[in-house]
């Protein structure tokens, strides 16, 4: 069964750039590796400019199985360089019941 992710990447200062990159690339390689489904996934960006990610694991084994392939881990280890991983409930939108985010 899938497992539905929602991710929070606030970008190091001069990094957003290099970040909106990345994630452009990050569900096509986990898809090509067999771990992402092929549903729709969502790219958008808070006011204070952390980009929301949205994306389906095919399921807790492709979760597991991301920690372990070498093409995953070298494209999470970029995105350790440009960016912080936070809550999503740390961005001012998610505190309202209708949270709106820019589009990617």
Same mark, same amino acid.
């Given at each position: 069964?899938?497992? @539905? &992710?929602? =991710?929070?990447?606030? +970008?190091? +200062? ?12 990050? &569900? /096509?390689?986990?898809?090509?590796? /067999? $771990? @992402? !489904? *092929?549903? +729709? @996934? ?11 990610? =949205? #994306?389906? %694991? $095919? ?10 392939? $070498?093409? =995953?881990?070298? $494209? %999470? @280890?970029?995105?350790?360089? =440009?960016?912080?991983? &936070?809550? &999503?409930?740390?961005? *001012?939108? *998610? !505190?309202?019941? #209708?949270?709106? #985010?820019?589009?990617?």
């Amino acid at each position: 069964m899938g497992r @539905a &992710v929602i =991710v929070a990447y606030r +970008p190091k +200062p001069g990094m957003r750039e290099q970040l909106e990159s990345l994630v452009a690339r990050h &569900v /096509g390689l986990l898809r090509a590796e /067999g $771990l @992402a !489904s *092929a549903k +729709p @996934a969502y790219a958008m960006c808070a006011a204070d400019g952390t980009i929301v990610e =949205v #994306f389906e %694991w $095919l399921s807790q084994d492709a979760i597991d199985r991301a920690h372990a392939s $070498l093409k =995953v881990q070298a $494209l %999470w @280890a970029e995105f350790s360089l =440009v960016c912080d991983y &936070v809550p &999503v409930g740390s961005l *001012a939108e *998610a !505190s309202r019941p #209708f949270s709106e #985010f820019r589009s990617l």
